[in-house]
């Protein structure tokens, strides 16, 4: 029996100051705050979700923000470029927006598409790429209508410490499939329309180092409860050590480190972040899970001040 991942699920990554990562990513991304809650193992710090107007699978870019946090370097054993995607005549849109926040950004082509190249204020590696497939956000925040939005993640860019084993690990233990190559980047496919690319730099990389500006790890999708069940017998049985199956309140995960270093998770579909808030209320209110909530006041006190705003230069 062969297992095969839909994509995508979450990309997460670790940043510095937390107004900081909101301003860029709802105020000039245009992407929803869906979440905002802990870091469940370390409460002292947010754990905030970005994505479209329900942090779909396959649209939700997570980040444990940590003010004065030492920047890491992008390398080996990480993601080392998270693609998000566009609507098809939405990337002229995006070139002028980037401009008017004096974001700096290269046009780099690939695979016979343009991506926008660029980076967050920590030092992430984003780029932006218009496909047609995909359903479009439904969200628009600030200066970035519905129709211009980032759909959700078009895939991302792999640096691996082995990449003939992480390719091996894409295609057959995710079930992904090999379909090109270009300019020392090898392209897989996955079966779902977003976070469906994944590139992999077939050259080794040097080896990157945890901290601010960098992924500390991508998740790909179980449909289900049962589908996470036997993706941890399977992972299992093909060599990696995944974790028990952990309870994320808005999925259930299990982990493993790939051969080439990068850390992978496997999370579920089910049942998303409109399980303990209403759609229209989603990121607004601190969400705790049930074994933090007696601490709410103290945990709260300990977390710097958070306000999604329309900034300066979307207002007329
Ligand atoms: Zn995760």
Not at 130 to 156: L, N
């Amino acid at each position: 029996m062969t297992q095969r991942t839909a994509g995508i699920h979450h990309i997460t990554a670790f940043v510095g100051n937390a107004q900081a990562n909101a301003d860029f990513y709802a105020g000039i991304l245009g992407l929803r705050l869906v979440k905002k809650t802990i870091n469940f193992d370390a409460p002292e710090v947010y754990h905030l979700y970005f994505g479209n107007e329900t942090g779909s699978p396959g649209t939700a870019i997570t980040f444990f923000p940590f003010d004065g946090a030492r920047r890491g370097r992008v390398g080996g054993g990480q993601v080392g470029v998270t693609t998000f995607v566009v609507p098809v005549d939405a990337l002229a849109f995006w070139e002028e927006r980037l401009t008017k926040f004096a974001i700096a950004f290269e046009r780099v082509q690939r695979f016979g598409e343009t991506y926008l190249r660029f980076q967050d204020r920590d030092g992430l590696q984003l780029e932006i790429v218009a496909r047609e497939e995909g359903p479009e956000s439904q969200w628009s925040f600030g200066g970035v209508p519905a129709y211009r939005a980032i759909k959700g993640f078009g895939g991302a860019v792999l640096y691996s410490m082995a990449p003939e084993q992480t390719m091996h690990t894409l295609e057959h233990v995710l079930g992904l499939e090999r379909i090109d190559e270009d300019q020392g980047l090898v392209r897989f496919r996955a079966p779902g329309e977003l976070g469906n690319l994944v590139d992999v730099n077939a050259s080794v990389m040097g080896r990157g180092r945890g901290g601010a500006g960098t992924v500390h790890h991508i998740a790909w999708r179980a449909a289900d409860r049962e589908d996470q069940e036997r993706w941890r017998e399977y992972v299992d049985e093909r060599g990696f050590q995944p974790t028990p199956i952990v309870d994320r309140q808005y999925f259930t995960a299990i982990y493993f480190r790939e051969a080439g270093e990068i850390l992978f998770e496997i999370a579920t579909d089910p049942p998303g972040f409109a399980r303990d808030e209403p759609f229209d209320a989603l990121g607004e209110k601190l969400m705790l899970p049930d074994w933090y909530e007696s601490h709410r006041e103290q945990i709260k006190q300990g977390l710097p001040p958070l306000e999604i705003r329309v900034l300066e230069e979307d207002v007329q």
